[in-house]
């Protein structure tokens, strides 16, 4: 177990494209959430993930955004057009099974730079 | 889930007890206090967390109010890795977390 993994750490683009991040959770982990965090905030809730269904969706995640989780596994987030609004970074977490008591485990995030 | 209120910044000498408050006046019966911190760059990691019960494990202890109304994280003997952001959420452990602005703890050597 390596914990949250996500890929890429780094991505710089131009305002306009689209981008895709994707972020694999502890194995066996049901739960998948994704956050965005700018700089001197905390992480806002994007979506989150209960195996392959999409549970929930936050107002900031706007047309431009969508998130998937084939077979509840890896999940993938992709901005379409982005703007420069968007230049944050994107943090993964994944948690176990849904029981009370349980720790989210982020992961280290993608910082996203559109220029 | 309820609000917390946490001072934006702290100050601690290290090797001395980091005490950091939070307000969680509106908690509901059913919602637990968590605390995360973010040390710079990194994603959130989870410290503690607990329902009425004072808590303790090898991070750090968890004093929560009888009235539940408020908690105090006490990190025994801070370390200048103890450097960070600390968020105190209140949640019912079946929703996604939701950060506030924290407190940043900043330990001087």
């Known amino acids: 177990d390596t914990g949250v993994s996500q890929d890429p750490r780094h991505k710089i683009t131009k305002r306009g494209q689209n981008v895709t991040f994707r972020c694999d959770p502890i194995?066996?982990?049901?739960?998948l959430y994704w956050y965005r965090q700018t700089l001197g905030q905390g992480p806002e809730f994007l979506t989150y993930?209960?195996?392959?269904?999409?549970?929930?969706k936050s107002r900031l995640l706007s047309d431009r955004f969508s998130a998937e989780r084939p077979k509840g596994s890896f999940s993938t987030l992709e901005i379409q057009r982005t703007e420069q609004g968007d230049s944050a970074m994107y943090l993964c977490?994944?948690?176990?099974?849904?029981?009370?008591?349980?720790?989210?485990?982020f992961g280290q995030g993608t910082r996203l730079t559109v220029v | 889930d309820a609000k917390t209120t946490q001072p934006p910044s702290m100050d601690c000498a290290e090797g001395r007890a980091a005490n950091l408050p939070c307000n969680h006046s509106?908690?509901?019966?059913?919602?637990?206090v968590y605390w995360y911190r973010q040390i710079h760059s990194q994603g959130p990691q989870y410290i503690i967390h607990?329902?009425?019960n004072n808590e303790t494990n090898e991070m750090a202890s968890l004093i929560i109010t009888e009235d539940r109304k408020s908690s105090t994280l006490i990190l025994p003997h801070a370390t200048l890795r103890d450097t960070a952001v600390y968020y105190c959420?209140?949640?019912?452990?079946?929703?996604?977390?939701?950060f506030g602005s924290g407190t940043r703890l900043q330990v001087q050597p």
């Open positions: 194995s066996e982990h049901n739960r």
């Open positions: 607990g329902l009425k």
């Open positions: 509106t908690i509901s019966g059913n919602e637990y």
């Open positions: 977490a994944s948690s176990p099974r849904d029981t009370l008591n349980t720790e989210a485990f």
């Open positions: 959420i209140v949640n019912t452990g079946r929703r996604a977390l939701t």
């Open positions: 993930f209960q195996n392959e269904a999409q549970l929930e």
